[in-house]
């Protein structure tokens, strides 16, 4: 996983579209994905502004993304 592997920082901002066209997947799996990553802590989505990686340990919150 790119979090896992350090390839994506904290605060990294997700692009769903992005990811749309790596996987050639629609955008309800790529939701679904980012369900589970938010369910396992390891990513954070601020309303209007998108998803983010969150930094291991630190709490990072919706506030820290603005």
Known sequence: MRIDAGEWGPKFKISEV???EEFGVA???IRKAMQRL???DKIYTVPN???F???AGDGTTASDAE
């Open 38 to 40: 938010r369910a396992a």
């Open 49 to 51: 502004l998108g998803s």
């Open 27 to 29: 955008r309800p799996t």
């Open 53 to 55: 990686v969150k930094s």
């Open 18 to 20: 992005k990811l749309m």
